[in-house]
């Protein structure tokens, strides 16, 4: 695979709580069309379509997907708990850095239900299983399932190495700030650390409500191209796919017996170094990353996972204040899952198009300035992790 991958336009709407989001097919469709619209093309350029969604009946894809054309391209159907927006996004960079296709969009939504995820198909096996039996091992108490793996992993951190549970606070009250300046945010009201703290406490000790991101309807796209694609039809190219992985479990998920590879910390630290290796650049190259913040405590492994600080360094991280503006590294400008929401099928989309805007220097008020290199990294348990870095080159 040896040709350029252009990301020509990016479109997404803003997130909603359930019951107030229009119906899938509107977000869809809405979706796309800014990601066209962005990139200067019309829906008959397209000659591929990646589809993703977690909650919904097969071939929705196609559903939302008819509201712009109808054209008889291939349209794929892509389901990765929630890693599925950047799992379609992985396949459509696919498609066009094989030579398979020229234009191919990615797009995802999510209708979702208000409450805590739950399991549609309860007459037969579940694909968390093996995460239950060795979460039941290690973490005594009962919770949905989200909050017992991922509170898990933040218990973890917290007897290793010392970590406070305000230290998880400090994160959810730094993605409310940034969500400020996000129109497109679900959750846009500023909360400061103590807010968080007396937020209903889900897990003593561990984990308030505010430190959970809320289910979230939503939709959000973007336009892949090949670099002769963009030049013939004059779009700009000034956004690549500089590297990207896909990583699913290892054993270590489950023989480590340890909470935080439960949740995939491995599955993340093998596709950053993928994803730095094939670039020849290290995290502290880095100006600005959207990371998967499903709940606060994963935001924090995660800046160890991705090598934003030291095994063990990411309290310091936060309480140095080097995860935001005028620190080392800007995370989820976006507000991220905590803040912006999380339509499981929408988020890798909407990280994409986050930083797209940030490489184009057309955030606003939340622009990271000077930014020329910028990493995603989207999580889905069960598992898949998916880590893209974008880079800014003069067209």
């Not at 234009?103 to 805590?116: I, N, R, S, T």
């Not at 739950?118 to 007459?123: C, E, I, K």
């Amino acid at each position: 695979m040896t040709s350029q991958v252009i990301v020509a336009g990016v479109g997404m709407i803003p997130f909603t709580k359930p019951g107030a989001s229009e119906p899938y097919p509107t977000m869809a469709a809405k979706a796309v069309r800014a990601a066209l619209a962005d990139a200067g093309i019309e829906y008959g350029k397209v000659q591929q379509a990646y589809a993703g969604y977690v909650y919904g009946d097969s071939t929705a894809g196609q559903r939302g997907l008819y509201e712009v054309g109808m054209t008889g391209i291939p349209v794929v159907n892509v389901n990765n708990n929630c890693a599925t927006g950047s799992s379609a996004l992985y396949l459509a960079r696919q498609a066009v850095a094989s030579g398979a296709a020229e234009c191919v969009l990615a797009f995802g939504f999510e209708q979702m239900m208000p409450g805590a995820l739950g399991s549609v198909f309860n007459d037969r096996s579940s694909p968390f299983e093996r995460f239950d039996e060795i979460t039941a091992d290690l973490v005594d108490i009962d919770l949905p399932f989200a909050l017992r793996y991922f509170g898990g992993a933040g218990l973890a951190h917290m007897k290793e190495f010392g970590t406070r549970v305000e230290t998880f606070a400090k994160i959810r009250a730094k993605a409310s700030r940034h969500a400020a300046n996000n129109p497109l945010a679900l959750f846009r009201t500023v909360v400061s650390e103590e807010d968080v703290m007396a937020s209903p406490m889900l897990w003593p000790g561990v984990m308030t409500r505010l430190m959970a991101c809320p289910p979230t309807c939503g939709a959000a796209a973007a336009i892949i191209v090949s670099e002769a694609f963009a030049k013939k039809h004059g779009l700009d190219t000034s956004i690549r796919i500089r590297a990207q992985a896909m990583t699913t479990d290892t054993p270590v998920a489950f023989e480590a017996r340890d909470m935080r590879e439960v949740v995939g910390f491995s599955m993340t630290r093998s596709a950053a170094q993928q994803v730095f290796e094939a670039a020849g650049v290290g995290p502290e190259d880095i100006g600005v990353v959207e990371l998967h913040d499903c709940f606060a405590h994963n935001e924090l492994i995660t800046y160890e996972g991705l090598g934003l600080c030291p095994i063990g360094g990411a309290e310091k991280f936060v309480v140095d204040g080097d995860n935001t503006y005028g620190g080392k590294v800007v995370t989820n400008p976006s507000g991220g899952l905590l803040s912006k929401g999380h339509p499981l099928g929408a988020t890798g989309l909407a990280q994409c198009t986050e930083l797209v805007e940030q490489l184009r220097a057309r955030a606003g008020a939340r622009q990271v300035e000077g930014v020329r290199l910028a990493l995603q990294h989207n999580l889905g348990l069960g598992g898949a992790c998916v880590v893209t870095l974008y880079e800014k080159v003069e067209s």
